[in-house]
């Protein structure tokens, strides 16, 4: 299974929070309503802070 960096885990719990309360925007600027989603952006702000977030396969 992967490893996700501790960092990655807090981030991806934000954005799943941000959606629930529906403030979690696209880059678009569309409202996120999918957890699939809020996972991705969640993973991808982590990525770009430097946290350990493996590769998709």
Do not use: D
Not at 17 to 29: A, M, V
């Amino acid at each position: 299974m992967a490893k996700y960096s501790e960092k990655a885990g807090e981030k991806v719990e934000q954005a799943m929070h941000e959606r629930k309360e529906g403030t979690l925007k696209t880059g678009t600027g569309k409202k996120v309503t999918s957890k699939k989603q809020a996972i991705a952006i969640g993973l991808s702000e982590a990525k770009k802070e430097g946290a350990k977030v493996p590769k998709k396969k």
